[in-house]
């Protein structure tokens, strides 16, 4: 009678059980195209007002390229389009940023809590699902520094990429699925634009 090793059973569990550090490491590898395609969405989805969602695609190359290099890249592409948003809202928000509008009522109130603890607020926004573009707007009026701008914003964006990667890993949702998330995340954004087009 031949009897397993305790070292053979202990790695056939594991190889069975699909262990969460497996579940982490994925595959560690992206073609170029792909990595940069990534990369190039995740800076749409993000900079200015962004009217297409990253959770699909997220979802989507997760288990595929990889849950730590899927957040790595789409998190490079999200502080690019910080980069953009700071440079370009920075002085369009400062001409404006003494107005009733942004010194007074709710904005007012808002602005005075960020100013408390920016970074928290800037990071702890991007790991909700809240829309990010209104705390945008209060680092920018507050001139928040450029380079922790772009620190808060990773610190935010990397654990929120993270954990949609690794949930698109442990669920396995078909590509179909995905296709109509992403149809009916965007759906919103199209009716707005359709109604600006005809409205003109």
Known sequence: MISSSPSTV????LSDARPIYRLLRGRATIPVALAATL??????????????????VILWYGPRYGI???AVVATAGTVMAAWV?????VPLIQRVQHTAFFAEG???????????????VLAASGVTPLPFFPF?????????????????TAVGRFPRYLLLAWLG????????????????????????AWKRRNGR
Not at 85 to 89: E, G, I, Q, T, Y
Not at 138 to 148: Q, S, T, W
Request: proline share 7%.
């Open 39 to 56: 990369f190039a969405y995740a800076f749409l989805s993000n900079v200015a007002l962004a009217i297409v969602p990253h959770e699909p």
């Open 136 to 152: 945008k707007a209060m680092a920018f009026a507050e001139h928040y520094p450029l380079g922790r701008y772009l620190a808060a």
């Open 85 to 89: 948003d700071h440079r370009v809202f």
């Open 169 to 192: 890993l442990v669920i396995q949702i078909p590509t179909w699925v995905l296709a109509v998330l992403f149809a009916v995340m965007i759906l919103p954004s199209a009716r707005l």
């Open 68 to 70: 730590w290099l899927t």
């Open 106 to 120: 709710s904005i007012g109130w808002m602005r005075a809590r960020f100013k408390r603890v920016p970074f928290l």
């Open 10 to 13: 202990v790695a056939s569990s």
